[in-house]
């Protein structure tokens, strides 16, 4: 059974672009989860999406979306990248309350 | 304000010796207190749920405790393979979220 994954594994970017992070759920789970992770922090919530729709927000501006799609593989998008976005993005996937996460994105943004 | 906070950051054990981290919480209506490891890199690994207070679950070498202010993570007798970043969420508050809250993590290093 495949847990969590996640592409690309990492990704190097200018200011300004944009950049398009996939995952896909754990067999069975219905709702993902995105998370940023700063070096040296735990990860901070950005959204997550059930029956693709974004349920829940955290304190993330505009510039990063995201989509789920009928097969509960998910996207993350963030237009206009700044230096501040270079971290490590986490998807979770969960069917009730325990999250499992993939092993991450790792942006970095020049 | 929903926040969660470990101790210590940094934790440093020789091979054997018992030691516990601690995560303190302060969430309205606590959904679940979660333990997670996570290695340099890599996303992080689920460990235990803890959803009331005086609940305990165990896996080989770790113990997770609860209480309503605050959950201990006990390692006995560690192995230099217990080496990691240990982090802790809570799910709950005010607005009845799904969303994870995260403490900065406790890292740990076991020596041989």
């Known amino acids: 059974d495949a847990g969590v994954t996640q592409s690309p594994t990492h990704l190097i970017k200018t200011r300004g672009q944009q950049v398009t992070l996939r995952c896909s759920p754990k067999?069975?789970?219905?709702?993902v989860s995105w998370y940023q992770q700063a070096l040296g922090q735990g990860p901070q919530f950005i959204f997550q999406?059930?029956?693709?729709?974004?349920?829940q927000r955290g304190n993330f501006p505009d510039r990063f979306s995201g989509h789920q799609f009928p097969n509960y593989s998910s996207e993350l998008n963030v237009n206009a990248l700044l230096l501040g976005d270079s971290a490590l993005y986490l998807c979770?996937?969960?069917?009730?309350?325990?999250?499992?996460f993939g092993p991450g994105t790792r942006l970095t943004v020049t | 304000e929903d926040q969660v906070t470990q101790s210590p950051e940094a934790l440093r054990l020789q091979e054997g010796e018992s030691s516990s981290l601690n995560c303190s919480y302060t969430?309205?209506?606590?959904?679940?207190l979660f333990w997670y490891r996570q290695d340099p890199g890599k996303g992080p690994e689920f460990l235990f749920t803890?959803?009331?207070a005086g609940e305990e679950k165990e896996k080989e070498r770790l113990k997770a405790t609860l209480t309503k202010k605050e959950s201990f993570l006990h390692i006995t007798a560690p192995k230099p393979e217990d080496s990691a970043t240990y982090l802790c969420?809570?799910?709950?508050?005010?607005?009845?979220?799904?969303?994870?809250?995260f403490g900065t993590g406790t890292r740990l290093q076991v020596f041989p």
């Open positions: 979770a996937s969960s069917l009730n309350y325990e999250q499992y």
């Open positions: 067999s069975g789970h219905d709702t």
């Open positions: 999406y059930y029956e693709e729709e974004e349920r």
């Open positions: 969430v309205s209506g606590l959904r679940g």
């Open positions: 803890l959803y009331s």
């Open positions: 969420a809570v799910r709950g508050g005010r607005y009845n979220t799904d969303k994870l809250i």
